[in-house]
Every structure is written in C-alpha cells, then in structure tokens.
C-alpha cells in the first residue's frame, strides 16, 4: 500500500506504488496472470490446498487486528497487505477465530465478483495504448523481462501496466498478489459459505488511483520505467511487508518519515485521495453494515488504520468500543531479493 512515485520526480520515488494500487490492480491482473509461464519466467503460485502449509511451522498471526464493539455485539477491523509471501499467506489463529466469529467478510473490493472484474477492466482500459511512442520499445522490454505480452500496451491505462509489471516481476523474490491476506481470508470465508461484501465499487477505487479523467503523465510514466529498471522499488517493498508481518504498528504509523513519498505537496495529495480521503466511506461503510446486527469481519488495506484519519479513530468517533488485538511477537524474515534481471537474459 506504498503511495510512492504518484508525485513528481519519480524516478527516485516510483519503487512500490504497486502496493497502493495492487487492490485495484489485482481484479485485473487475475485474467492476464496465467500469460507469465516457462521456464525463465517468473514462477506462478502453487495454490493447491497442500501447498498452503506453511514450511515454518503453524500459521502466525500478522497484520493488525482490532476488535470494534457497539450495540450489543462485536465486530473486527482488520489491517492487510495485498501482496505477500506463501508461508506468510494463511491468517493465524486469532485472525482465523476472529473470521470464524463474524457472519460477514467485508473486503476493499471482492476481487473475485465476475462483475466487478468487468466493470474494473473497463475502467482501467481508458487510455489504454498511450505510451508515447519514443517509450514503448522500453515498455516492451519491461513486458518481456516478466513474460507478459507486448498486446497490454494497448489493452490498459500506461500506469496500470507498469503497476502489473512490477507486480508479475516480484514473483521472482516470492512475493505474489495470489497469497496477499484479502485473497487468504476470502477463500477462507468461501470454505466457509460465509458472505463477502465489498465495501468499495471498482469506479471509487479507479478514481482514487487515476482521478477522475485518468489523464496519462508522460512525466510518471518515463520516471517509473527508470525506477523498474533501476530495480529501486525492493527495498520500500520489503520494508512494508517486515512492518507488516511483525504487526509493528509503530512503524506503520512513522511510514512518512521512511517511505520517501511524501516530500511535495503534489505527493501528499495524491496520499491523501488515496488512503485519507477514502477512508471515512470505508468507515460509514463498515458502520452500515454491523447495525444491521451481524458482525463483520472488515479486511482493509493497512494503511488504512493509522493516524487521526485511520479507520480505527474514524471508528471510535463513531461510538464503537474500538480494542487492538495483541498478536504473538516473532522475527518477519523475507526471501533474498532475486537479481533484476530472469535467468537467460
């Protein structure tokens, strides 16, 4: 859920705006990800039910959990990561407790709706095909490097693209959109015949990440080639996921003074339509439906949760009791970073 790169000079600043825009993304990205296959690409998740079992023991809670009360009965907040690793992909113990508990699962967007999928990828088609010609030869080279076709330049919007391939490129460090904690918890709830409500419509969330007219920065785009091909969004990537999965709220919350983002005043607004701005919709959201008397289970983006703004405070603004959950501590410890470039390139 990193913003950075949404300002100017981004070049220095591009690296991880995937994580901003991967719930966005990922409705999309779901009907093109089977194209990155072979040998030399980088490798697709197992996602058979055996393959799940984490190799370093029982799943370990990580994320962010609180328990949110009013009227009478529980609900859960729940702060998550969009990409994630596959021993770190199943929720622990409280966390699965806590969705068992909950008659809802309330997500951002339920990725998996067909007509949701639709609707976004309509969305995001706008401008599609507006690379400047003088960069299509290094986009091209970008969609080589991870497997992905050299049609998409035409099939979406320039910044969704690149989101894609720096999505598709993490997969060699073993990260993936696939194993994320929304993807986990909903396949969770569906084992469960539990239902899933989305708390966002595809035209909010596409706003939120485009603006409204989606307008095509030649600027953004030039600067976020340099970055993929500089390799520079590891490092912020890596960081957010550690914070994440060691629950270490308090370096979420100081994620201004490190994320190098928000340095411009161009910068802070864009954060700011994309997380604060979002998030009092999310809590009216949210709000609805525990009055209508069944807890829920609501799984937002981390980023989500922090500050006056957060969903937590917007939460206990709104009358609820609101609780964090205590989660076991334990050392987070991410693959190596693969080298920028596949195996036989």
Same mark, same amino acid.
């Given at each position: ?9 981004h !070049?220095?600043?591009? !690296?991880?705006? @995937?994580? +901003?825009?991967?719930v966005? %993304? ?7 990800a089977?194209?990155?296959? &072979? ?16 190799t370093?023991?029982?799943p ?13 009965? #529980?609900? @859960? ?10 021993d @770190? ?12 508990a909950? =008659?809802?699962?309330?997500? /951002?967007m ?6 949701i ?7 995001i088609?706008r ?8 960069l299509?030869?290094?986009v091209? +080279?970008q ?8 049609t998409?330049?035409g ?11 720096e999505l ?13 904690a929304?993807?986990?918890?909903a &396949?969770q ?8 409500v989305?708390l966002? #419509?595809? /035209?909010?969330q596409?706003?939120? *990440?485009? !603006?409204l007219?989606a %307008?095509?920065?030649?600027? /953004?785009? #030039?600067?976020a080639l ?8 590891k490092?912020?990537?890596r960081t957010?996921l550690?914070?994440?999965a060691e ?7 100081s994620?201004a003074? @490190?994320?190098?983002c928000?340095t411009?005043p ?8 994309l997380?604060?701005d979002?998030?009092? $919709? ?9 009055? =209508?008397g069944?807890?829920v ?5 981390a ?5 006056? $703004?957060?969903?937590?405070? *917007? *939460?206990r ?6 609780e964090?959950v ?6 987070a410890? *991410? ?8 195996? &036989?390139q």
């Amino acid at each position: 859920m990193s913003c950075a790169g949404l300002g100017v000079d981004h !070049g220095r600043r591009y !690296g991880g705006r @995937w994580i +901003a825009a991967l719930v966005f %993304v990922v409705a999309w990205l779901s009907l093109w990800a089977s194209a990155a296959h &072979g040998a030399e690409c980088p490798p697709a998740p197992n996602l058979a039910a055996g393959q799940l079992t984490p190799t370093l023991g029982e799943p370990r809670d990580r994320g962010f959990l609180w328990r949110i009360s009013a009227a009478s009965h #529980t609900s @859960w907040l729940y702060g998550t990561i969009h990409i994630n690793k596959q021993d @770190w992909a199943l929720p622990g113990p409280k966390t699965a407790a806590a969705l068992r508990a909950s =008659k809802t699962l309330a997500l /951002e967007m339920d990725v998996d709706d067909p007509s949701i999928q639709q609707r976004f990828a309509k969305l995001i088609s706008r401008h599609a095909g507006d690379v400047p010609t003088a960069l299509v030869p290094r986009v091209n +080279a970008q969609l080589t490097r991870v497997c992905l076709p050299e049609t998409l330049v035409g099939q979406m919007h320039p910044s969704m693209l690149l989101s894609t391939i720096e999505l598709i490129g993490l997969r060699a460090d073993g990260l993936y959109f696939e194993y994320g904690a929304d993807q986990m918890l909903a &396949g969770q709830a569906r084992a469960e015949r539990k239902p899933i409500v989305s708390l966002e #419509t595809p /035209e909010v969330q596409a706003a939120a *990440l485009l !603006g409204l007219d989606a %307008v095509v920065d030649v600027d /953004e785009i #030039t600067d976020a080639l340099d970055a993929l091909e500089g390799d520079r969004s590891k490092a912020l990537t890596r960081t957010l996921l550690t914070t994440w999965a060691e629950s270490d709220l308090s370096r979420l919350e100081s994620y201004a003074q @490190w994320c190098d983002c928000m340095t411009t005043p161009k910068e802070i607004a864009a954060i700011r339509r994309l997380i604060d701005d979002r998030n009092p $919709a999310l809590a009216g959201a949210i709000d609805a439906l525990h009055k =209508k008397g069944r807890s829920v289970f609501a799984a937002v983006g981390a980023l989500h949760m922090v500050g006056p $703004a957060g969903l937590p405070e *917007l *939460l206990r603004q709104r009358g609820y009791r609101v609780e964090r959950v205590a989660f076991a501590s334990g050392a987070a410890v *991410l693959p190596r970073a693969a080298p920028n470039s596949l195996p &036989g390139q």
